[in-house]
């Protein structure tokens, strides 16, 4: 597998003009995705859950477009794109998927955890393929509509028909992503690639703001200004970043004083080893076992935890703050 970069030149929508995609789920991915799929000028349809229980049938509806049970949209896909929440999609598979899918269609998901896992077993008579946006889908939409995209990648488990890789670009570039470019991976570093970042960035961040609000609150700072340097700090300087290049905002856009404590003492703060450690368990399964048997237990854990971080005196000044400084 190389490093192409595929972008709307590489990729002709025509391999799905006369082909119906079925978006199952319409939420935070599937409504956003949906809408740019049809916006260049694809067929769509929405499966949606039972309209008595959940919300996505009526925004769909709402939206223009044909919504159905998830049965219905399964049998006439050609495409069968699932946006469904991943710990809800075996079940939904098993009852409502599977024995609906037509041979020779492409299955599609935006994550590939339940078919790496084995969650999802597809039959061994359709395109297997992934295509995911970096970015959540209220961001998709709002590149797509800026006549912009966002970044992604897909990934090709299973090619039935012998073009399952260029159905899923078209896909790609109907939700606008090639416009600026997407790559080619594989489901596995697709899900455990996603999991990790997800641990140590997402996770590492998070932690590492309250650390630094809670230190300087706890050694007599003013809590507004402790929860400014804690968030609002790192949201001014990560856009720089990631226009210009770590090494250009350090070197030449941050003062001299940042620099040198960035290259110097920002290193004490990370446990490389314990970084590895989780890269490890990632890809040995352990947190995707985790999480499947904290779903299956109804989240007890995940509930305290919110509790928790919601009673938290970080949570309680940040609220403050953003009524004080306009932010509310």
């Given at each position: ?281 990632t890809e040995r399964g352990d947190f995707a076992t985790r999480w499947m048997q904290e779903w299956q237990l109804g989240l007890p854990h995940l509930h305290r935890m919110r509790r928790t971080g919601a009673d938290s005196e970080m949570e309680k000044i940040g609220k403050e703050w953003r009524k004080q400084f306009g932010e509310g």
């Amino acid at each position: 597998m190389g490093s192409k970069i595929y972008r709307d030149k590489d990729v002709n929508l025509d391999i799905l003009k006369n082909k119906t995609i079925a978006v199952l789920g319409y939420g935070i991915q599937g409504g956003p995705q949906a809408q740019c799929l049809r916006d260049s000028g694809l067929k769509v349809i929405v499966g949606a859950g039972p309209r008595e229980q959940f919300p996505d049938w009526d925004k769909a509806k709402k939206d223009g477009f044909t919504v159905m049970p998830i049965d219905e949209a399964t049998r006439k896909g050609d495409v069968v794109h699932v946006l469904l929440a991943d710990p809800v999609q075996p079940t939904v598979y098993k009852e409502a998927i599977h024995s609906n899918l037509r041979p020779n269609c492409t299955l599609s998901f935006c994550h590939g955890f339940n078919v790496l896992y084995g969650g999802i077993v597809p039959p061994e008579n359709v395109n297997v393929v992934l295509f995911v946006p970096n970015a959540p889908g209220h961001l998709v939409r709002e590149k797509f509509l800026s006549g912009s995209g966002i970044y992604g990648a897909v990934a090709v488990d299973r090619d039935v028909t012998g073009d399952a890789l260029n159905i899923i670009l078209a896909l790609a570039k109907g939700a606008g992503s090639t416009r600026v470019g997407v790559v080619e991976i594989s489901f596995q570093e697709e899900t455990e690639g996603d999991n990790f970042e997800e641990q140590v960035l997402y996770g590492g961040t998070i932690h590492l703001m309250k650390a630094v609000f809670e230190t300087m609150v706890k050694n007599g700072y003013n809590p507004y200004f402790a929860y400014a340097k804690a968030i609002r700090s790192l949201r001014s300087v990560v856009d720089v970043m990631d226009e210009t290049g770590i090494e250009e905002y350090i070197s030449k856009l941050s003062s001299r004083t940042c620099e040198f404590a960035v290259r110097t003492n920002g290193p004490r703060v990370i446990n490389y080893n314990e970084i590895q450690k989780i890269f490890e368990e990632t890809e040995r399964g352990d947190f995707a076992t985790r999480w499947m048997q904290e779903w299956q237990l109804g989240l007890p854990h995940l509930h305290r935890m919110r509790r928790t971080g919601a009673d938290s005196e970080m949570e309680k000044i940040g609220k403050e703050w953003r009524k004080q400084f306009g932010e509310g």
